[in-house]
């Protein structure tokens, strides 16, 4: 990896395998070592952006075989979350996260996202109370994300949060957040 390199954290990856739980059988612990260099045996503090993408599109695929890619990454994207609650950082992440509240947590965006990866970058607009807009950079897999964002902010107490992808391009997506649910 390089100094500039974007990646994702080591707790993330374990956050994948605890998902994967019983369909990370040899055979698919032999793909990610093989097709991804991800060995689940071995752990390494941060894994590139590009690898991370292809190890969730595998997932999907051992997960959801022929399940539309939207609900796959958004399922997947949510139970990431919920796995990542369990790690040592998720579990200081989300007590802190209760503490402050759904609405600080989507100003604190950038930082939240920050305990995953060395690359997020964001822009939060209030819209209307409890209505936001929400820029995200670099995103591969936007309904991944979509879940991610959707199941994180419901466990900082916005029990009936909903997020939607609004727009997607090469630079970002956008997504309309509503607390108010």
Not at 134 to 139: A, E, K, S, Y
Not at 144 to 155: K, N, T
């Amino acid at each position: 990896m390089t100094p500039n390199e974007k990646v994702i954290f080591q707790q993330v990856i374990e956050s994948l395998e605890r998902v994967l739980g019983q369909r990370l059988d040899a055979p698919l612990r032999q793909r990610y070592r093989d097709e991804l260099g991800i060995d689940f045996s071995k752990r390494l503090p941060a894994y590139p952006l590009e690898t991370w993408n292809r190890a969730v599109r595998l997932a999907m695929e051992a997960l959801q075989p022929g399940v539309e890619a939207k609900a796959a990454q958004k399922f997947l994207g949510r139970r990431v979350v919920e796995t990542f609650r369990e790690t040592l950082i998720g579990k200081a992440l989300f007590a802190a996260l209760r503490v402050l509240g759904p609405k600080r947590a989507v100003v604190r965006m950038t930082r939240n996202l920050r305990t995953s990866n060395n690359y997020t970058e964001s822009t939060v607009e209030e819209t209307e109370p409890g209505q936001y807009v929400v820029w995200l950079n670099q995103i591969d897999l936007p309904w991944f994300d979509e879940g991610v964002l959707e199941a994180g902010l419901q466990a900082a107490g916005a029990p009936g949060c909903v997020v939607e992808v609004m727009r997607h391009d090469e630079k970002g997506t956008t997504y309309q957040v509503n607390l108010n649910v």
